[in-house]
């Protein structure tokens, strides 16, 4: 028989197969092996093989086995690399057979693209299809699942698609669940969650039934879509065909309801798990978790935690991150540091998710110094701090900290080659406010626009902040008469004549109301409002300070005072407004 002849040709052909398929070389002891031969008992070592997910176990049968004995036993041994996700080997076995005059069956290629399936190699196992037919031989239908599949794993569901229409309409082969299934599932991690649904009702009309596992992938496209109304109503569905949810079902569907705010369902079905089954798992708390955080229910977040430990699960690093976030959320960064403790003393490793989360409560919290100790800790041990990283401490230092220390943080973020976002850039503006830096919070400004970042009311309240406290009452103008035809505080005007300043902050109010007034002298083509304001008159809704921290007004007051004072002495009449303490009615007096 051919495969007995072994040469030293064919030991050197096969080591540079497997150099050439391989990242890295073969083993040596399976080239000089396969030139080797012995009275062993090969239908015991063929059924461990079989069986073996271990590598040096392979390597250990192998040494015994070769050489092999025609395709049946070459096939085992492509299955079994397929197995220990060793794709580049399983290649050459398959280039060695065809090269030693051994032909490749279909089941020999079905071995050899489930194992590029395991291996992450999806370009080779669709080439391997193109290969069976130029061979004369016809894929069936475990060789398209398992190049489906392939392809489901490499984020080619588009692929997948084609496959699937080939299979469909090549009038040979019918798809089975397992194609469905394989192929739903590409597009469920292609984020194709309308595809997914489509692909489910055409499974139906040809007469192929869904099971768990079809039902699953669909309601986790579902979930990666933000569809959690559809993921409920195909859990009610999947029940009333007669099948059982599994843990990754539930997971999927409360990951879904996590995702679209809906934490009081995510916990019912929870709680549906506790009593009926199947047994929540880690992946299922950390979504029921992070459905709390959500929420703002850091308390049940917690609590949800201790139940992990009690059910003897381990939490994971993703565990602890939800439960730090919702922590965080609820402002509760003593407690997040105790997580974070934790964390540690059982061995999990906390990564750029967690240290933001614990970044954030310190910021929500006014522990600007915690904040940068944890930036620092970051940096040793090897993590890179992210966009979400800067802008939280970034905006703890402004919040509580020294706003230098903002600007610093904003440059050296840029310096490591992060393009900082609209929060970032928000904060490193108020810093500036806050130290007075007008010229740095326009430019800054200025470049966030240029890189088409649409700049928050945050943003644009802080540049007009920083101009007015450093006298340059003109540019504070120019800058708000920007801002508004942007479409930032689109609301003030309420009708014509009419000037409503809730939600505002001093500094924004106070610069409108200079520009109300500056249009009640002026012909409306002059006016930086036009028709907005009717010369000579204006109604100004302060508001009596409800809604302001501690309930005291802050910019009734500070309107009053501005128009009482120098700017406006002799120039226009205030007034307030009978029955009504939160208006005031201003009319042009001398105003020159």
Known sequence: MAWRVVSVFVVVFLRDALALWS????????????????????????ARLRQTRRRRELDNILDQILPLRGVKEATIVISAYGRTKQPFQALAVLDQMRQVGITPNVITYSAAISACEKGGQWEKAVGL?????????????????????????????????????????????????????????????????????????????????????????????CEKGGQWEKAL???????????????????????????????????????EMRQHGPEPNVITYNAAISACEKGGRWE?????????????????????????????????????????????????HPNVITYNALISAFEKGKQWEKALSLLDEMRRGGIQPSVITYSAAISACEKSGPWEKALVLFNEMRQNGLAPDVIAYSAAIAACEKGVQWETALALMREMQQRGLKP??????????????????????AALVRFISAGC????????????????????????????IHDMKHRPEDRYFHDAAVAGHLIVITGRGKHSEG??????????????????????ECHEVPNNPGRLEIRRANMT
């Not at 569905?237 to 809906?262: D, F």
């Not at 939490?315 to 003593?334: L, M």
């Open 23 to 46: 990242p890295r070389p073969p083993s040596p002891s399976v080239i000089v092996a396969w030139a080797r031969s012995g009275d062993v008992d090969r239908g015991l070592l063929l």
């Open 456 to 477: 928050d009311v945050i943003a644009c309240s802080a540049t007009i902040s920083a101009c007015e406290k450093g006298g340059q009452l003109e540019m504070a103008r």
């Open 551 to 572: 309930g005291a007004a802050l910019v009734r007051p500070a309107i009053l005072d501005m128009l009482r004072g120098p700017e406006f002495a002799g120039r226009v």
């Open 129 to 221: 299809l193109d290969d069976m037919r130029q061979r004369g031989l016809e894929p069936n239908e475990i060789s398209y699942n398992a190049a489906i599949s392939a392809c489901e794993k490499g984020g080619q569901w588009m692929k997948a698609l084609e496959l699937l229409d080939e299979v469909r309409h090549g009038g040979l082969l019918e798809p089975n669940v397992i194609t469905y299934s394989a192929t739903i599932s590409a597009c469920e991690k292609g984020g194709q969650w309308q595809k997914a649904l489509e692909l489910l009702d055409d499974m139906r009309r040809d007469g192929v039934e869904p099971n768990v596992i079809t039902y699953s992938a669909v309601i986790s496209a």
């Open 489 to 516: 505080y689109s609301s003030v005007w309420t009708e014509q004549g009419r000037l409503d300043l809730h939600d505002l902050s001093v500094p924004v109010a106070r610069t409108l109301v200079r520009l109300a």
């Open 300 to 348: 049940k977040a917690l609590s949800l935690l201790d139940e992990v430990r009690q059910r003897g699960l381990k939490p994971n690093v993703i565990t602890y991150s939800a439960s730090i976030s919702a922590c965080e959320k609820g402002g509760q960064w003593e407690k997040a540091l105790e997580l974070l403790d934790e964390m540690r003393q059982h061995g999990v």
């Open 233 to 271: 109503e195909l859990l009610d569905e999947l029940r009333r065909g007669g099948l059982e949810p599994n843990v990754i079902t539930y997971s999927s569907v409360i990951s879904a309801c996590e995702k679209g705010g809906q934490w009081e369902k995510a916990l019912e079905l929870l709680e």
